[in-house]
């Protein structure tokens, strides 16, 4: 059975820093697009930022670039978000996802989508106070 799950979630002022991490058992991130997505009250699921299955790669939304980085270690089959500069605005529970096959296309530019994706943690409360 595949989990993925999140950690690094927490309270942090505007202007602070937070990083994210997922592991997963019953899944190898290697060969994967891995991303990150988010979603605040209210609001439709966003996706943050996708990184390519090499790492070479990576994608952002605009709310995100500059700001975050996305990063993947796949001998400690692990996929991290460092987010800096941290906004209100950031404020939502954050889920890692996988898909679910190797390989695929990535886009560095193209949105990111929640369908392209089939596997889920459940997600890490990040709050963001001003």
């Known amino acids: 059975q595949v989990q993925m799950v999140e950690s690094g979630g927490g309270l942090v002022q505007a202007g602070g820093s937070l990083r994210l991490s997922c592991t997963a058992s019953?899944?190898?991130?290697?060969?994967?697009?891995m991303g990150w997505f988010r979603q605040a009250p209210g609001k439709e699921r966003e996706g943050v930022a996708s990184?390519?299955?090499?790492?070479?790669?990576?994608n952002y939304a605009d709310s995100a670039e500059g700001r975050f980085t996305i990063s993947r270690d796949d001998g400690k089959n692990a996929l991290f978000l460092q987010m800096t500069s941290l906004k209100p605005e950031d404020t939502a529970v954050y889920y890692c996802?996988?898909?679910?096959?190797?390989?695929?296309?990535?886009?560095?530019?193209?949105?990111?989508?929640?369908?392209?994706?089939?596997?889920w943690g459940q997600g890490t409360q990040v709050t963001v106070s001003s």
């Open positions: 990184i390519s299955p090499d790492g070479d790669d990576t």
């Open positions: 996802a996988a898909r679910t096959y190797r390989g695929g296309i990535f886009s560095i530019t193209a949105p990111i989508k929640s369908a392209d994706f089939g596997y």
């Open positions: 019953g899944l190898t991130f290697r060969g994967v697009i």
